[in-house]
């Protein structure tokens, strides 16, 4: 793992560029090819350095997969808070938007050329973060239905993503967030952010006037009101 060192503006700088020179390398070369010796060449960093930050590559390329899940982990995370402030459209554009400022790091995560699980770490956060189950209290069949429609819902988003990015972010993060927004997310959570749910109201306990004589419940349920 990663190994923990004082966050201060050198060792970020130090990481970056390893983080670079390695993404820079894996978009010609498997990641089994790249060698610590050819990294601290091309990133002008000695080989002492590389090891007072890193074990080796597949470390190195762990730490720029948490680095990017942990900033996405912090926009889902406001995503799902914001679904009752009718805002979560823009929430999902800065999403794109940092795909489209990473494009050389997003690319070669999504590629499926660094870690196979990326993905499913990904979708394991939106799926923590929805909490659908607690959310549909109906039934276990209605709860099951939702989580496999969120599901669907997701791999369509990200598989809108990857064709975004195969085609070179041809697309402005704007219409791509509008698109998730509108065609791939679930139904159920744009209706919670257009109409935030409300507690029920509590029924008042003030009586009718008692009548003279009682009368006979109506079949509608309804009560004579006095005007």
Known sequence: MPRERTDNARTRFT?????DTVIKLLQ?????SISVKEVCQRAGINRSTFYSYYDNIQDLVADIENETLTWLDHAIATAFKTTLRADLE???TSICQYAADNKDRVRILLSLKTDPQFQRRLISIILDYSNWRAQTPAGAAQANSADLRLLFCIAGGLGLVQAWVDDEFSATPETIAHVIYTQSLPPAVRAMAQNPVQQPAQQTTQQPAKPAKPAKPQSRGYGHRTK
């Open 28 to 32: 010609t070369q498997p990641l089994q």
């Open 90 to 92: 823009p929430v999902i």
């Open 15 to 19: 990481r970056h560029v390893l983080q």
